[in-house]
């Protein structure tokens, strides 16, 4: 069955530094997004992307923050300058259709910023 | 924003049909709900979903009150494996985000 698959699996780093999760959603899938949950909270939508462009992003989704589908397989998310605030579960999620059909969820990086 | 309200938690025997609730009293004519779970800390399952008729799948029941305004999932036999948060999610029009709530904890008792 294919799924999402997302690395690192576990990600420190120190504040102020940037990191880049990387996500490959599945093959045929047209719409990606990210989301978080930061520890004991509710999943919290990031940004979703189709057709090489942000379709909707949320508040949290500041100018710190970039995607990117660097070639036809990968997906990823830039935090340009972590925060401590920024230490969550960070899921990539992807679907064939907007509305339709269902999102499928990558297990999660875990950001740990120190 | 979430727009659905469920129960914080609720337990289940093993083996027996497990009932979720939840409401949404102001879903709009085009938007569907969404049935979601999280098992512990990975990624958010999809279960199923529907617009007003009742759904089936493998692996849960779907049923939506004709006034659209509640619905009920159904898991028909429970296993320890089933215990998790479930998440009601109504989504529609020009979203394509899934807006999370605090969704419903679940525990399946042997």
């Known amino acids: 069955e294919p799924e999402v698959t997302q690395t690192p699996s576990h990600q420190v780093t120190q504040m102020g530094q940037e990191v880049i999760l990387r996500c490959v959603p599945i093959?045929?899938?047209?719409?990606f997004y990210w989301y978080r949950q930061i520890l004991g909270q509710k999943v919290e939508f990031l940004v979703s992307?189709?057709?090489?462009?942000?379709?909707?992003k949320s508040e949290i989704f500041d100018d710190q923050f970039s995607v990117e589908r660097p070639d036809g397989s990968n997906f990823t998310l830039k935090i340009r300058s972590t925060k401590l605030e920024d230490s969550a579960m960070y899921f990539c999620?992807?679907?064939?259709?907007?509305?339709?059909?269902?999102?499928?969820f990558g297990p999660g990086t875990r950001l740990t910023v120190l | 924003d979430a727009k659905t309200t469920q129960p914080t938690s609720m337990d289940c025997a093993e083996g027996r049909a497990a009932n979720l609730p939840c409401n949404h009293s102001?879903?709009?004519?085009?938007?569907?709900v969404y049935w979601y779970r999280q098992i512990h800390s990975q990624g958010p399952q999809y279960i199923i979903h529907?617009?007003?008729n009742n759904e089936t799948n493998e692996m849960a029941s779907l049923i939506i009150t004709e006034d659209r305004k509640s619905s009920t999932l159904i898991l028909p036999h429970a296993t320890l494996r089933d215990t998790a948060v479930y998440y009601c999610?109504?989504?529609?029009?020009?979203?394509?985000?899934?807006?999370f709530g605090a969704g419903t904890t679940v525990t399946v008792r042997a």
């Open positions: 999620a992807s679907s064939d259709d907007r509305l339709r059909d269902e999102q499928f």
């Open positions: 093959s045929n899938h047209l719409y």
């Open positions: 992307f189709y057709n090489n462009e942000i379709s909707e």
């Open positions: 102001t879903i709009s004519g085009n938007e569907y």
């Open positions: 529907g617009l007003k």
């Open positions: 999610i109504v989504r529609g029009g020009n979203d394509y985000k899934l807006s």
